[in-house]
């Protein structure tokens, strides 16, 4: 379509969009609020920005900063560390913190991120399997609408026949055709295995969804949460690094899992300061309401062009992840193509199918990102398979998302 087509679809969507843009300010107003008030609570001073080195003993910025995440969680503890080399790396110390030779892990939405299944099942790789803990999974079931709607009723008959040491549920979508899990769907699970088993713990992959919502899951009662500092909570800014929050002797338990049972957070060191990680921190409300308009138009501008979307476009989100059901391999390709041409760093290379390890089909992918693989900046991606099926998330900025929607819109043959 002509520039002069895409820019009235755009401004069309910008419109009937109105109101849920508002909603996401009220949000991103509370979440800032949130965190501005923790930075004033904790003193923080630019002593905190600089790093240390060797063992790291009084590192006040990493202290300072695993007390702030905690604050704003609404947790008893944190650990936040540049040496959790990602989302994976924070959810395995979480999982491994925590469960002990005998214990059974329950997945209830369904099955965990691909990257999870090595660490609960791998063979002679140091999984939660080698090391003699049990793992089943409840799927969820789906509404008409795509809500995703917990198994209450096999949930029950696990903990009631079964000791359930805990109970795994994932925010954010994935790869999955259906509404992210809001964090009232997580405090009604969380009262639901309480009341049946009010020892079984509760714990959270928190990927994506930290400030899409007014609270996280460890302000209703989840034992401990994980994420990726390349993701929202980053704001776009965090190099590197996750994060782990929850009950207060349970992050312990993850900590001495980071570094040793003799040392747990006593130790560790970042020379370069923390300098990124408090500015990322400080606008991540900001960004992650960026990623959601993002998100929104997207979905709503080619919801009218008649692609099925995901979230739709006057759906709550809750994660920044959009889905649009290309239909073609050429239009998956010109779509990534598309977003890769308007980003920042590398724009001149052209995304192609690839073989990836541990997916059957080839897949391609746009990244022009600031941090390698930083997936709270603009970035699509999709299986060469039908239906063709394109996933985008992030946008530090509203107006990158819009010049790139605009560029795919002038780009697909459509
Ligand atoms: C990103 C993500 C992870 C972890 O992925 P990393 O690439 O290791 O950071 C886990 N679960 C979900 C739902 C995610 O979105």
Same mark, same amino acid.
């Given at each position: 379509?002509?520039?002069?087509?895409?820019?009235? =679809?755009?401004n069309?969507?910008?419109?009937?969009?109105?109101?849920q843009?508002?909603?996401?300010?009220?949000?991103?107003?509370?979440?800032?609020?949130?965190?501005?008030? $923790?930075?004033? #609570?904790?003193?923080?001073?630019?002593?905190?920005?600089?790093?240390?080195?060797g063992?790291?003993?009084?590192?006040?910025? #990493?202290?300072?900063?695993?007390?702030?995440?905690?604050?704003i969680?609404?947790?008893?503890?944190?650990?936040?560390s540049?040496?959790? @080399?990602?989302?994976?790396?924070?959810?395995?110390? *979480?999982?491994? &913190?925590?469960?002990r030779?005998?214990?059974? =892990?329950?997945?209830?939405?369904?099955?965990?991120?691909?990257t999870? %299944?090595? @660490?609960?099942?791998?063979?002679?790789?140091?999984?939660?399997?080698?090391?003699? !803990?049990?793992?089943?999974? !409840?799927?969820?079931?789906?509404?008409?609408?795509?809500?995703?709607?917990?198994?209450?009723?096999?949930?029950?008959?696990?903990?009631?026949t079964?000791?359930?040491?805990?109970?795994f $549920?994932?925010?954010? #979508? &994935?790869?999955?055709?259906?509404?992210?899990?809001?964090?009232?769907?997580?405090?009604e699970?969380?009262?639901?295995?309480?009341?049946? +088993?009010?020892?079984?713990?509760?714990?959270?992959?928190?990927?994506?969804?930290?400030?899409?919502?007014?609270?996280?899951?460890?302000?209703? &009662?989840?034992? /401990? *949460?994980?994420?990726?500092?390349?993701?929202?909570?980053?704001?776009?800014?965090?190099?590197?690094?996750?994060?782990?929050?929850?009950?207060?002797?349970?992050?312990?338990?993850?900590?001495?899992?980071? %570094?040793?049972?003799?040392?747990?957070?006593?130790?560790? +060191?970042?020379?370069?300061?923390?300098?990124?990680?408090?500015?990322?921190?400080?606008?991540a409300?900001?960004?992650?309401?960026?990623?959601?308009?993002?998100?929104? /138009?997207?979905?709503k501008?080619?919801?009218?062009?008649?692609f099925? %979307?995901?979230?739709?476009?006057?759906?709550?989100?809750?994660?920044i992840v959009?889905?649009?059901?290309?239909?073609?391999?050429?239009r998956?390709?010109?779509?990534?193509?598309?977003i890769?041409?308007? +980003?920042?760093?590398?724009?001149?290379?052209?995304?192609m199918?690839?073989?990836?390890?541990?997916?059957?089909?080839?897949?391609?992918?746009?990244?022009?990102?600031? !941090?390698? &693989?930083?997936?709270?900046?603009?970035?699509?991606?999709?299986?060469?398979?039908p239906?063709?099926m394109?996933? /985008?998330?992030?946008?530090?900025?509203?107006?990158?998302?819009?010049?790139a929607?605009?560029? %795919?819109?002038?780009?697909?043959? /459509?």
């Open positions: 379509m002509d520039i002069t087509s895409a820019r009235k =679809l755009i069309d969507s910008k419109t009937a969009l109105k109101q843009f508002d909603r996401l300010d009220e949000i991103a107003l509370l979440g800032q609020r949130k965190v501005l008030d $923790a930075f004033r #609570r904790h003193g923080v001073q630019a002593r905190h920005l600089v790093g240390t080195t063992y790291g003993y009084d590192d006040i910025g #990493r202290d300072a900063l695993c007390a702030l995440y905690a604050d969680f609404g947790a008893e503890a944190a650990i936040v540049p040496s959790i @080399v990602s989302g994976t790396h924070a959810l395995t110390l *979480m999982l491994f &913190g925590v469960l030779p005998g214990d059974l =892990l329950v997945s209830v939405s369904g099955k965990p991120y691909d999870l %299944t090595d @660490v609960i099942s791998a063979e002679g790789k140091g999984s939660l399997k080698d090391f003699g !803990v049990d793992f089943d999974c !409840v799927e969820l079931k789906i509404a008409d609408d795509l809500t995703p709607i917990f198994d209450f009723d096999a949930i029950s008959k696990l903990l009631t079964r000791k359930v040491k805990a109970i $549920a994932a925010r954010s #979508r &994935g790869y999955s055709l259906r509404q992210a899990i809001s964090v009232d769907q997580i405090a699970l969380i009262k639901f295995v309480k009341s049946l +088993s009010p020892d079984t713990l509760v714990l959270i992959d928190n990927c994506y969804g930290e400030f899409v919502q007014e609270t996280e899951p460890t302000e209703v &009662g989840a034992d /401990l *949460m994980a994420g990726s500092l390349i993701k929202n909570i980053g704001g776009g800014m965090a190099p590197t690094g996750g994060y782990i929050a929850g009950k207060a002797d349970l992050v312990q338990l993850a900590a001495y899992r980071l %570094t040793a049972p003799s040392l747990g957070m006593e130790e560790g +060191s970042y020379a370069y300061g923390y300098l990124p990680y408090y500015q990322g921190l400080f606008l409300p900001s960004v992650t309401k960026n990623a959601l308009k993002s998100c929104l /138009l997207f979905a501008t080619y919801e009218k062009l008649g099925e %979307t995901l979230p739709r476009g006057n759906m709550t989100p809750y994660d959009t889905s649009v059901k290309l239909g073609t391999a050429e998956l390709i010109d779509f990534c193509g598309a890769q041409e308007c +980003s920042p760093i590398d724009s001149n290379v052209k995304p199918p690839w073989d990836m390890p541990g997916y059957q089909d080839q897949v391609i992918m746009a990244a022009g990102a600031f !941090v390698q &693989g930083s997936s709270i900046e603009l970035s699509a991606d999709g299986p060469l398979k239906p063709y394109v996933y /985008l998330q992030g946008g530090l900025t509203f107006e990158h998302a819009e010049i929607l605009e560029h %795919t819109l002038t780009t697909l043959k /459509l």
